[in-house]
C-alpha cells in the first residue's frame, strides 16, 4: 500500500503526542478523538499552518518542511470549521477563490457540478449571504473541491448538515474523490458516519501535560 502522508514523533508545544500515522493514497482516512485531543491541530501542522515542536511529517516521501509553503498548501488543501465566504454571489465567491492562485476559474456548468457534488443546489446568482449555515458549509466544500487538491483535510464538514443530508453529501464527494485520486483526511465526532465512510480510522488519545 502507498502512503501519502506520515507522521513520526509529532507533538505540539510538548502538550499533544501523536501515535505514528500513515495515510494511504486516494483513501478517506477519519481522525477521531475526544475535544482537547489535538484533532484540529494535526490537520493545520499537516498543511504547515502550524509548527510542530517535534517530529516528523512527509509528504510523498518527503519531509514538509523542505517543500515550498504555498504548493504544500495549494496539494493538502485544510477547509476549516469555519466558512470564509463573501457577501457576493456563490459565481462571485468561486471566482475569487480561483482569483486568489491566479487561476482560471471553473465554468458555470462546472460549478454548478460541483455544487450538486456537495448537495448545494443553488442558482448561482444566490447570495452567500442569504444561505443557513449548513448551505454555506456546503458551498464551501464545493469551492474546496473545485480546486482539486491532492490531499482534502476536512474538519467536521457534516457539524451543521442533517444525518440524510450528510450521508448523501459524503457518498457522493468520496465517489468523486476516489474517482479523481484524491486522497481525503476528515475529522468527524460522528461515529455512525465514521463506520459509512472510513477505509481507516485513526483514534487520537491526546495525552497532554498539566
Given at each position: 500500500?502507498?502512503?501519502?502522508?506520515?507522521?513520526?514523533?509529532?507533538?505540539?508545544?510538548?502538550?499533544?503526542?501523536?501515535?505514528?500515522?500513515?495515510?494511504?493514497?486516494?483513501?478517506?482516512?477519519?481522525?477521531?478523538?475526544?475535544?482537547?485531543?489535538?484533532?484540529?491541530?494535526?490537520?493545520?501542522?499537516?498543511?504547515?499552518?502550524?509548527?510542530?515542536?517535534?517530529g516528523v511529517?512527509?509528504?510523498?516521501?518527503?519531509?514538509?518542511?523542505?517543500?515550498?509553503?504555498?504548493?504544500?498548501?495549494?496539494?493538502?488543501?485544510?477547509?476549516?470549521?469555519?466558512?470564509?465566504?463573501?457577501?457576493?454571489?456563490?459565481?462571485?465567491?468561486?471566482?475569487?477563490?480561483f482569483a486568489?492562485?491566479?487561476?482560471?476559474?471553473?465554468?458555470?456548468?462546472d460549478m454548478?457540478?460541483?455544487?450538486?457534488?456537495?448537495?448545494?443546489?443553488?442558482?448561482?446568482?444566490?447570495?452567500?449571504?442569504?444561505?443557513?449555515?449548513?448551505?454555506?458549509?456546503?458551498?464551501?466544500?464545493?469551492?474546496?473541491?473545485?480546486?482539486?487538491?491532492?490531499?482534502?483535510?476536512?474538519?467536521?464538514?457534516?457539524?451543521?448538515?442533517?444525518?440524510?443530508?450528510?450521508?448523501?453529501?459524503?457518498?457522493?464527494?468520496?465517489?468523486?474523490?476516489?474517482?479523481?485520486?484524491?486522497?481525503?483526511?476528515?475529522?468527524?465526532?460522528?461515529?455512525?458516519?465514521?463506520?459509512?465512510?472510513?477505509?481507516?480510522?485513526?483514534?487520537?488519545?491526546?495525552?497532554?501535560?498539566?
Amino acid at each position: 500500500m502507498q502512503y501519502i502522508l506520515t507522521v513520526q514523533g509529532l507533538t505540539f508545544q510538548n502538550r499533544i503526542v501523536y501515535p505514528p500515522m500513515e495515510i494511504p493514497q486516494a483513501q478517506a482516512t477519519f481522525i477521531n478523538g475526544d475535544s482537547g485531543s489535538g484533532k484540529t491541530t494535526l490537520f493545520r501542522m499537516i498543511n504547515a499552518t502550524l509548527t510542530p515542536s517535534g517530529g516528523v511529517i512527509t509528504y510523498q516521501g518527503q519531509n514538509i518542511v523542505d517543500l515550498d509553503t504555498v504548493r504544500l498548501r495549494r496539494e493538502l488543501l485544510l477547509m476549516s470549521q469555519t466558512v470564509f465566504l463573501f457577501d457576493a454571489t456563490i459565481r462571485s465567491n468561486f471566482e475569487a477563490f480561483f482569483a486568489y492562485r491566479d487561476q482560471t476559474p471553473p465554468t458555470d456548468n462546472d460549478m454548478i457540478d460541483y455544487l450538486r457534488l456537495c448537495c448545494a443546489d443553488f442558482p448561482l446568482d444566490t447570495r452567500c449571504e442569504t444561505l443557513s449555515g449548513g448551505e454555506r458549509q456546503r458551498v464551501f466544500l464545493a469551492i474546496h473541491m473545485s480546486l482539486a487538491p491532492t490531499v482534502l483535510l476536512l474538519d467536521e464538514p457534516t457539524s451543521a448538515l442533517d444525518e440524510t443530508t450528510a450521508h448523501r453529501m459524503l457518498q457522493q464527494v468520496k465517489a468523486h474523490c476516489r474517482a479523481k485520486g484524491i486522497t481525503l483526511l476528515v475529522i468527524c465526532h460522528d461515529s455512525k458516519i465514521t463506520e459509512a465512510f472510513a477505509d481507516k480510522t485513526i483514534v487520537l488519545a491526546g495525552r497532554a501535560s498539566a
